[in-house]
């Protein structure tokens, strides 16, 4: 399996509050992902990184910042939690371009707003 | 607007037999498709892929069926098993990108 973890694996708050999902990986690959898991849309990206502060947006990037400061670590933040971000939140790594190396996902975070 | 589609929420399958999953995809840019399966309270992971110059890979159990006039690609899961119960996601992209566009997701529940 890939060296992807993700934490907190939980995560119930409110609105309103500040929200940080960490991901963190062993494998030294440049790319790293954000996505969110939500019935009837599959897994719709956020953000993404192709390298230590380089980042860009996905297609659902309103209301989600990321950083990443060093290579194994990249941090989703929810500044102001609203209850449409109730999802779950998957990271995923590469280490090319997705046509030519797998795309390793991490076991996702379960985020609850109320 | 997804780009592409899973037009099945759901299969039910009993074991044995074939599961034959759709999807469908807007995009001419595409020109690399892979399939992922993901069981409940875990990521997705790879299960096999296509690239647009070939109309068929394979492996064990599994054929994946491009075809690229009508934009639609199909995965075949010859005999299906209980352990195949999962949600399976279609995915495409362009050769040398590095984001993946997916589908909806069916949901395949083989029956003993």
């Known amino acids: 399996d890939a060296g992807i973890t993700q934490s907190p694996r939980h995560k119930v708050t409110e609105t309103g509050t500040p929200v940080t999902l960490r991901c963190h990986q062993t494998e030294n690959h440049r790319y790293m992902y954000w996505y969110r898991q939500d019935p009837g849309h599959g897994l719709r990206l956020i953000h993404y990184s192709y390298g230590v502060k380089d980042t860009d947006k996905g297609e659902v990037s309103d209301g989600y910042s990321v950083s990443r400061s060093k290579t194994e670590d990249f941090l989703l933040t929810l500044e102001s939690a609203t209850s449409s971000q109730t999802s779950v939140y998957f990271c995923a790594i590469s280490g090319q371009a997705v046509s030519t190396d797998t795309q390793y996902f991490g076991p996702g975070t379960r985020l609850t707003v109320l | 607007d997804q780009q592409v589609k899973q037009n099945s929420p759901s299969l039910s399958v009993q074991e044995g037999r074939i599961s034959i999953l759709n999807c469908d995809y807007t995009?001419?840019?595409?020109?690399?498709f892979l399939w992922y399966k993901k069981y409940p309270a875990e990521g997705p992971t790879f299960l096999i892929s296509?690239?647009?110059?070939?109309d068929k890979n394979e492996d064990g159990r599994f054929t994946v069926f491009l075809n690229k006039s009508a934009k639609h690609l199909s995965l075949h899961i010859v005999p299906s098993q209980p352990g195949d119960s999962a949600v399976y996601f279609c995915?495409?992209?362009?050769?040398?990108?590095?984001?993946?566009?997916f589908g909806a997701g069916t949901t395949v529940t083989v029956r003993a």
């Open positions: 296509i690239s647009s110059i070939k």
């Open positions: 995915a495409a992209t362009h050769t040398n990108d590095y984001k993946l566009s």
């Open positions: 995009n001419s840019m595409f020109d690399y």
